[in-house]
């Protein structure tokens, strides 16, 4: 393609995509009409054409039998009229000279040489006079042959018969007059129409996006009018798009609440941190008593890395495309992590029972179950009273962990808000941490497309519901329970 052809098109195309859409629907519907309408009209045209000229060729095929059978009469082509008035003839030699004709036709051959020839062999039909424009005598020509392969030097060797086509192409151009405005009224109706329903159908999408625009300035809580009893696709998308912004701000919130609370649980060590260093500086102090506030500073520091590294771990979600899943032998997880907390359960008195089934296979990442476990134990540890009991085994194609311990249990109230961030009940404030254990717990649990259940004192209390397996625990203490989807 030359370059200025293509130059052309490429500014008629960015012209194109600068129009409006509904400007680009109506036309593009405009085209398809004109399309349609242009094959309508020119199929009832072929088809008129066709019923008219079957009439005038039968017209002909009847005059060209009375013409060849006068012509072939003993008084031959000198016996006049050959055909009765108002009709048209010629009888032409092999020279295309005219040996008879009818009153409206004298004067010279209506064929010309090539078509003579033509005609000296085998029946020939030809028009006269164009449809457009208008011919002063149109006329529709036969011509056959008296002796077929073998005329005669001298009479008569051709039979020429006509037709006027006055009416059939007055017909004709009437018939294209009508559907050319019958075209162009279906055109203008249609296009306006296709219009109307156009930007009747965009009208939504306007508002939608007067109102996105509203909510990229800084407005809150605006949601997209979608009309209630709607349910073509604009409507869906709304709803879609009012569904997504109140992900988007409960997310919003969600991070703007934990980074509050983050500045808050870091705030107060830090404060203690600085007031215990500026303490140590007011007086001169002896090395034992220096030695024992940098003891406290770094135990301090070292609670402040343990919070930093929690509230990394909790404040980015858990993208199961970024966990190294593998087939975890949880069974060898489970034993080697519990027995970490043997010496502490066995000097406070609260023995940690372990029954897990030999053989428990787990798809997902072992550090991240890892940390579910020894979450679990320590909350046990920390609230918990009495011995701690932990089993796994499979139930209904899931690997199910089981964490309970004897204490008090959880306030009913509390239950559903003990996987938020930083919410701690009222009766583990004095005990030490954060708040932090069990979010992190459920947000691995989700990743791994898992369900986490807390259950106490008869309460139960499930994050999701990815199994319909019942709880199955003591009806006293707290029951932690984690159900992971098997290997197939």
Do not use: K
Not at 245 to 265: G, K, M, P
Not at 292 to 314: C, E, K, S, Y
Not at 321 to 345: E, I, M, N, Q
Not at 478 to 488: F, G, H, I, Q, Y
């Amino acid at each position: 393609m030359p370059s200025t052809a293509l130059s052309a098109v490429r500014r008629v195309a960015a012209l194109w995509g600068r129009l409006p859409l509904r400007i680009r629907l109506v036309a593009g519907f405009a085209a398809a009409m004109l399309l349609v309408l242009t094959a309508a009209g020119a199929f009832v045209y072929l088809r008129v054409q066709y019923a008219l000229d079957l009439r005038l060729n039968e017209d002909l095929a009847d005059q060209s039998v009375q013409l060849r059978a006068a012509a072939t009469t003993p008084a031959g082509p000198n016996s006049a009229p050959l055909l009765p008035h108002g009709q048209y003839y010629q009888l032409l030699d092999t020279s295309n000279r005219v040996l008879a004709s009818a009153p409206g036709l004298s004067g010279p051959s209506l064929l010309r040489p090539g078509e003579l020839r033509a005609s000296l062999r085998a029946p020939l039909r030809e028009d006269r006079g164009e449809l457009l424009p208008i011919s002063d005598r149109p006329l529709r020509i036969l011509a056959v042959p008296l002796h077929p392969g073998a005329a005669p030097a001298t009479g008569p060797a051709v039979a020429l018969v006509a037709v006027r086509r006055d009416q059939r192409d007055e017909a004709l151009r009437e018939l294209i007059g009508q559907l050319a405005l019958a075209q162009l009224a279906a055109l203008a109706v249609a296009s306006l129409v296709g219009y109307r329903l156009a930007r009747a159908a965009l009208v939504p999408v306007e508002r939608y996006r007067t109102q996105a625009a509203q909510i990229a300035a800084g407005a809150t809580g605006v949601r997209l009018s979608v009309p209630p009893g709607s349910h073509d696709e604009v409507a869906r998308l709304g709803r879609t798009l009012n569904d997504m912004l109140t992900a988007l701000e409960t997310a919003l919130e969600r991070e703007r609440r934990f980074v509050a609370d983050a500045s808050h649980e870091l705030r107060t060590p830090l404060t203690l941190l600085s007031t215990e260093l500026e303490l140590a500086l007011r007086r001169t102090r002896s090395a034992t008593e220096l030695e024992d506030v940098v003891r406290r500073a770094a135990a301090d520091t070292q609670d402040l890395i343990n919070l930093a590294g929690t509230l990394l771990r909790v404040g980015t979600p858990a993208d199961p495309a970024r966990l190294a899943v593998t087939s975890v032998d949880a069974t060898a997880l489970l034993t080697t992590l519990t027995s970490r907390y043997r010496t502490t359960t066995t000097t406070t008195g609260r023995p940690l029972h372990l029954q897990v089934a030999p053989g428990l296979l787990v798809p997902g990442d072992a550090a991240a179950l890892g940390q579910i476990v020894t979450n679990l134990l320590d909350n046990a540890v920390r609230h918990g009273t009495g011995p701690i009991t932990m089993h796994a085994d499979t139930v209904d194609g899931a690997v199910r962990i089981v964490v309970h311990d004897g204490g008090p249990g959880i306030e009913a109230g509390f239950l559903p808000h003990t996987t938020e961030r930083f919410t701690r009940a009222d009766t583990a404030r004095t005990t030490p941490g954060t708040g932090l254990g069990l979010s992190l717990v459920d947000a691995i649990v989700t990743a791994h497309h898992g369900e986490l259940r807390i259950c106490s004192r008869g309460i139960h209390h499930r994050t999701s519901r990815r199994f319909d397996h019942d709880c199955e625990h003591p009806t006293g203490g707290t029951t932690v329970t984690v159900l992971l989807a098997s290997p197939c």
